[in-house]
């Protein structure tokens, strides 16, 4: 059975401290793929980032940065230098029964992200 | 280009009624998939519709169906309301992939929040 795990359920930091936010994931299938999505308090999700199972380099977008770890089966998320405007709840999702469709995606049950000024 | 829209954004019914929710995708995706969000479930697939097909489905009770038309908008329904069916009921929006092509990631529209009462 596919799973995600985000064990951190509430972060609080202050703004400019950094921050990982942990995702584990587990799955049977040997191509799989991963993303990352923010929930601001409007509620629309936003998608992040994707990244699959061949691919270990980690990504670094502006503040945002990716580390994937297939040994640990673990996508962990880290902003950098965190500003008040990432609060947010971050959902990590694995995608599943893609062969037919576009797929649907796993999400685990999210990190809600507090920066204070 | 616009985005994911959802309409209506609330809605308050009472148990035992029905309900239709509406989505329309960005244009050009013809891919549409339904989330229902809850704070006891989290995010849970619905279901998928391509070509006016369901190409993929969740594991909820056939109290819940969905359409789509050859614009590729979306509807969802909701038969004989629960009081646990209150929750945000989110779209996603997708291009469509070709067999062994990496899925596409999903946009989200704003939900829809469902109070049934």
């Known amino acids: 059975a596919q799973k995600v795990t985000q064990a951190q359920t509430e972060i609080s930091v202050v703004e400019k401290e950094d921050v990982t936010l942990d995702c584990v994931y587990e799955?049977?299938?040997?191509?799989?793929?991963l993303f990352w999505y923010k929930q601001p308090p409007s509620g629309e999700l936003v998608f992040l980032i994707r990244r699959n199972s061949f691919d270990e380099q980690n990504e670094i977008s502006g503040r945002y940065s990716w580390n994937f770890q297939k040994s640990t089966s673990s996508f962990n998320f880290t902003i950098t230098a965190s500003q008040v405007v990432d609060s947010a709840v971050y959902f990590c999702?694995?995608?599943?029964?893609?062969?037919?469709?576009?797929?649907?995606?796993?999400f685990g049950k999210g990190t809600k992200l507090s920066v204070k000024p | 280009k616009a985005g994911v829209t959802q309409t209506p954004r609330y809605l308050i019914k009472t148990r035992g009624q029905q309900v239709t929710l509406s989505c329309s995708p960005i244009s050009g995706h013809r891919s549409v998939s339904w989330y229902q969000q809850t704070p006891g479930q989290g995010l849970q697939f619905l279901f998928e519709y391509f070509s006016e097909t369901q190409r993929n489905k969740g594991n909820f009770p056939g109290r819940f169906s969905g359409r789509q038309f050859s614009n590729s908008r979306s509807e969802m329904n909701v038969s004989t309301l629960e009081l646990g069916d209150s929750a945000l009921y989110l779209c996603?929006?997708?291009?469509?992939?070709?067999?062994?092509?990496?899925?596409?990631?999903?946009?989200f529209g704003p939900g829809t929040r469902l109070t049934v009462t």
């Open positions: 996603a929006s997708s291009l469509t992939r070709t067999t062994g092509q990496t899925p596409y990631e999903q946009y």
């Open positions: 999702a694995l995608i599943k029964n893609y062969g037919g469709s576009q797929g649907n995606l796993i």
């Open positions: 799955t049977r299938d040997t191509t799989y793929y």
